[in-house]
């Protein structure tokens, strides 16, 4: 089992940053490739950003390509999502997710993931 745990979330204000985290524990592997997924009230979980085990492959929804980064310390077993210039339509919760695989790959669909955090909440007032 992994465990993952976001922290980072908050009330920012529009045009503001946050950095988000997630901490994995457990059967944690450096390997495993990782995502940022959010839902908002009322919609369904959608694709944020997605990272290779390396760290060196990395995907973005085009909603927020250019505000976001995610990347990884794998010796932390640690993922991070920079989000700068936040918009009014980026408050949701966030979760981060795992899938138990090795390889070179990156996923964005969430079915595609194994493991999942209980997410944070950003908050965006305009």
């Known amino acids: 089992q992994v465990q993952l745990v976001e922290s980072g979330g908050g009330l920012v204000q529009a045009g503001g940053s946050l950095r988000l985290s997630c901490a994995a524990s457990?059967?944690?592997?450096?390997?495993?490739?990782m995502g940022w997924f959010r839902q908002a009230p009322g919609k369904e979980r959608e694709f944020v950003a997605a990272?290779?085990?390396?760290?060196?492959?990395?995907d973005y929804a085009d909603s927020v390509e250019g505000r976001f980064t995610v990347s990884r310390d794998n010796a932390k077993n640690t993922m991070y999502l920079q989000m700068n210039s936040l918009k009014p339509e980026d408050p949701a919760v966030y979760y981060c997710?795992?899938?138990?695989?090795?390889?070179?790959?990156?996923?964005?669909?969430?079915?595609?993931?194994?493991?999942w955090g209980q997410g944070t909440q950003v908050t965006v007032s305009s």
């Open positions: 997710a795992a899938k138990y695989i090795s390889g070179g790959y990156i996923y964005t669909r969430t079915y595609e993931y194994d493991y």
């Open positions: 990272i290779n085990w390396s760290g060196l492959r990395t």
């Open positions: 457990g059967r944690t592997s450096s390997r495993y490739p």
